[in-house]
Every structure is written in structure tokens, then in C-alpha cells.
């Protein structure tokens, strides 16, 4: 065990403990515990929004699969970083304008029925979930390399640390935790970008020279094109539209909006978080394939067989122990500040939108919602530490990705519509949230990650569904059902719709103009 790691960890963990503790201090609502009383500034919900996406499929998982597979991995960079622009220009403002805590405050803003609102809930939840897999998984297989302890060991202390940040630091501690992290994450990308140019004599040329050489037997094409997995074109068509419109259907994402006191300042936000985030996914250009050119692929696969341990491997080739340590503690705090994002968002959904919405029809005292909220946040942490017990060998990128079709297939569709579709009815929105979460978990059910004749997934059997990644039919499908829902349904007054439109642009509700 390296003394190194071990004092990096130990840094950063009390320090976002003191962070926590003074945070505490300051969580005396529910509305400080769900989004730290709105008053974070643009640059810090940039800040923080950049350091809740960037997580560790984006440091872990893309240096990883670009590192594996060459271009076929730098897929995830592009997708994840053009995602942005369905935020920046259709989703942020409305959705700070409407929303009070969660997706299905927004919603819930013009369809008032209990059922949408508990279907929303438990889309967001799904989706926390397959995003939580991910994180825990990296960070499992992170703590696992670096401390020489049980996987299931470290996925249980990460778990205990992300619950105590968002028990008693709620919303304005993982803020705070989330800029810390992307302030480090940057520093160390960058250090790690600068060495692998030292090491071409800064000839981006020479590197990618040299990555023409890579070959193994798993390739299945050239190394730079795209391919190199063996997967179809349509396969490559389908994780695009996952990662290009599930951003804006990410339940915590989204929640971060909510920490800021108006929609001028959430689009300031969006504006900092795509700076930092562009500049980020630019450089995994250089973790890849950086990894790819300075590691040997056994090397790589045999500190992790989903290639999760590369940007860690590299930074030890680069800069020795004390850069391999201060990189793994940023990989670490990049898990925390994200996980304990997630779990803020599914305890909202559970607390703030199944209980005490639809069960207790919103009759609850502010005290009882603080612990609602808390006993939701102790649950979902509970739930995502076994469920990751069992998902070791995944890569951390590709999970994501799932959570992202089942955001873009479930969510967007409803959110867009409710927003510029005047006909759109509660029927509209219960099919579209159902349609969009049935076809997408099923058709995952049916793909080769859960049936492969190898008895390398769940089920040792042929596939029935061909593509990895749903979404080039289940985000259509979510569309098509809430289009059909609604003309399948009883035409509603368009009384509601007026009000939202002028409320999604303005932030006033027209009960509140008076003349």
C-alpha cells in the first residue's frame, strides 16, 4: 500500500468533510437540503454542474475504452460533450422557471394529477440507479487497485461516504464538493494532457503515428476509424442518441438548476459548465490514447478487464507514485462529488415526490420533509451499494449510457412536450414517460450486455435485441407514445398550457400579474 495514496485520500476526505460540517450548519430547510436555498452564483452551479457530469465514465471509463478501442471510445466524448446544446437551448431555462425540486415539480406544473407525477418519480429513480451502478463501480474497482482490499470492501466505504455528505450536508455541501472536484479534475487532466505531448515533443502527429501500429486480436478494424469493436454503423447511430439527448432528460442534472435564483443565471450556468466540459472531453484525446501509446493493452485489462484503470496506469508511467496518488484521489473525489449528486436526486424523488406529494398530498411539516428526505437518501444509498456488488466487470462508460437512453427515451419526450405542445394532455404524458421506460429497460433486457452465448453477460444465450444501446428506438418510441396518449386521451382545457408558456419564459405566473 503506498503511503503516497494513502495521505492524498486522506487530504481530500477531511477536507470535504470540514466542507460538509460547515455545510450543515447552513441546511436548516427542506429547501437548503434540496437545492441549497437557490443561491449559488452562475459560475458556481457552472462549477458544480461540471463536477456532477463529469463523472467517472468521463475520467475512468472514456480514457479506458479510447485506450482499448481507439475511436470507437472517443464516441463517448463527442456525445456526452454535444449534449449541451439540447440543455443550453431547450431545457434549462423553462425547467428553472417551472421547477421547485425535481422533474416532476416541472410536470407537475401544468398536469397537477398524482399519476403523472409518481411516474416521473420513478423514471428518475431508474435512472439514478443505472447512473449510481457506474459510479460505484468505478470506484470500487478504483480503491480496489490503489489499497489492495476486497472490490466489495470499497464500494461499501464509498458508499458510506456519499451518504454522509448528503445526510447532513444535503444540497450546499456536494455543491461545494463538486467544484472542489472539478477545480482538481481539471488541474490533473491537464498535468497528465501536458506529459503525454512532452513525450510526442508536442507533435500531435507523432502520437496518433504511432497509434496506426496498435493491433490485437480483439480489434476488428483500424485502430483511429470507427469500428474497431465490430459494431454496426446503426449500434454507433444508437449510443450517439442516447449521449446527444439524455442529458437533458438527467434527473440530477437537471435538479442543479434549481440551486440558482432565477433563469438568466441558469443559463449563465450552462454557459460555464459547456466551457469546462468542452475543454475536458478535448483532452481525453490525449488520456486515450495517451494510454494507448505509453501502456501495453495486457497491462491496461489486467488492472481492470473494462480498461476502467488506464488514466491511473498512465499517470504512474508519466509522473511516478506522487502523480499516480493525486490522480487516483481525483478520481475519487470526481465519484463522491457525483454519487452524492444522484443520491440527493433520488431521495427527492422518493421523498419530496412519491411521499409527500402522492401519499401525503403534499400535508407535511417542513421538519417531517427533512427527514423523509433523509431516511429516501439512507435507502437509495443502501440499494445502489448491493446492486453494485454485482456489476464488477462493466464498464463504467457503457452503464452510463445506459442511464442515458433510459433519460432521453423516458424523460425528454415529456419534458419537451409539456413545454411547447399546446394538444398535450396528462394521458399524453403518462404514455410517453411509460412508453419510454418499458421499451428502453426491455429492449437492455434483450441486447447483448444481458444475453451473450459467450456466458460472458447474465444470460448465456443469443440476443434478441442486436443493438447495445437501445435508444434509436426507444427515444422515438417514447415520442411516438406520448403523441398517441394524447389523442388517445380527452382533450383538456388549454388554459393550463398559457400559463405555463408565460411562466417557462418569464419565471411569473399569470395568477401573479395583477393590472
Known amino acids: 500500500m503506498n503511503l503516497t495514496v494513502i495521505i492524498m485520500f486522506l487530504v481530500f476526505v477531511g477536507a470535504t468533510l470540514v466542507i460538509t460540517y460547515f455545510a450543515s450548519k447552513r441546511t436548516q430547510s427542506t429547501n437548503d437540503f434540496y437545492t441549497a436555498g437557490g443561491g449559488l452564483t452562475g459560475w458556481q452551479n457552472g462549477l458544480a454542474i461540471s463536477g456532477d457530469y463529469l463523472s467517472a465514465a468521463s475520467f475512468l ?11 470507437d471510445g472517443f464516441f463517448y466524448s463527442v456525445g456526452y460533450l454535444t449534449a449541451y446544446l439540447v440543455v443550453l437551448y431547450i431545457v434549462a431555462e423553462p425547467l428553472r422557471n417551472l421547477g421547485k425540486y425535481t422533474v416532476a415539480d416541472m410536470i407537475a406544473a401544468r398536469f397537477e394529477m398524482k399519476k403523472v407525477r409518481a411516474f416521473a418519480a420513478l423514471s428518475s429513480i431508474t435512472i439514478v440507479i443505472f447512473y449510481m451502478l457506474a459510479q460505484l463501480v468505478g470506484a470500487g474497482a478504483l480503491i480496489q487497485l490503489l489499497f489492495d482490499i476486497p472490490y466489495s470492501i470499497s464500494v461499501i466505504l464509498v458508499g ?80 450517439i442518441v442516447a449521449l446527444l439527448f439524455g442529458t437533458a432528460g438527467l434527473p440530477h442534472i437537471l435538479m442543479r438548476f434549481f440551486t440558482v435564483k432565477d433563469a438568466k443565471t441558469a443559463r449563465s450556468s450552462v454557459m460555464w459548465a459547456t466551457w469546462i466540459i468542452g475543454i475536458f472531453y478535448i483532452l481525453t484525446i490525449f488520456l486515450g490514447f495517451g494510454a494507448a501509446a505509453l501502456l501495453t493493452r495486457e497491462e491496461i485489462i489486467a488492472a481492470n478487464p473494462a480498461g476502467n484503470m488506464a488514466a491511473p496506469l498512465l499517470a504512474e508511467r508519466l509522473g511516478g507514485d506522487f502523480l499516480m496518488s493525486f490522480v487516483a484521489a481525483v478520481a475519487f473525489a470526481t465519484i463522491l462529488a457525483v454519487v452524492a449528486g444522484l443520491v440527493l436526486s433520488g431521495a427527492s424523488a422518493f421523498a419530496h415526490d412519491i411521499y409527500g406529494q402522492v401519499i401525503k398530498k403534499g400535508k407535511m411539516t417542513d421538519k417531517e420533509q427533512m427527514l423523509a428526505a433523509r431516511t429516501a437518501a439512507l435507502s437509495v444509498s443502501i440499494l445502489s451499494i448491493i446492486l453494485a456488488l454485482f456489476a464488477q466487470n462493466q464498464n463504467v462508460a457503457f452503464l452510463v449510457s445506459l442511464a442515458f437512453c433510459v433519460a432521453a427515451s423516458a424523460n425528454l419526450p415529456v419534458i419537451i412536450y409539456t413545454i411547447f405542445w399546446k394538444r398535450f394532455n396528462t394521458q ?14 426491455v429492449l437492455v433486457i434483450l441486447s447483448p450486455n444481458v444475453m451473450d452465448p459467450s456466458g460472458n453477460a447474465f444470460i448465456a444465450m443469443e440476443p434478441i435485441f442486436p443493438l447495445d444501446n437501445p435508444a434509436l428506438i426507444s427515444v422515438p418510441a417514447g415520442f411516438i407514445g406520448a403523441f398517441l396518449g394524447t389523442f388517445l386521451g380527452k382533450a383538456e382545457s388549454h388554459e393550463k398550457y398559457r400559463e405555463v408558456k408565460v411562466k417557462s419564459v418569464t419565471g411569473i405566473s399569470t395568477s401573479d400579474v395583477s393590472h
Open 160 to 239: 458510506i461516504m456519499m451518504t454522509i455528505y448528503v445526510l447532513f450536508g444535503g444540497m450546499t455541501a456536494t455543491s461545494w464538493v463538486q467544484m472542489v472536484k472539478a477545480v482538481l479534475l481539471m488541474i490533473g487532466t491537464l498535468i497528465i494532457s501536458f506529459l503525454v505531448l512532452l513525450n510526442f515533443n508536442f507533435n500531435i502527429f507523432t502520437m496518433f503515428g504511432e497509434m496506426k501500429n496498435v493491433t490485437a486480436p480483439e480489434l476488428e478494424g483500424p485502430f483511429l476509424n470507427p469500428g474497431s469493436q465490430g459494431s454496426s454503423p446503426l449500434n454507433n447511430i444508437s449510443l
Open 428 to 441: 399524453g404524458a403518462i404514455a410517453g414517460i411509460i412508453t419510454g421506460l418499458v421499451v428502453s429497460l
Open 61 to 71: 471509463g472514456i480514457a479506458g475504452a479510447i485506450a482499448l478501442w481507439g475511436f
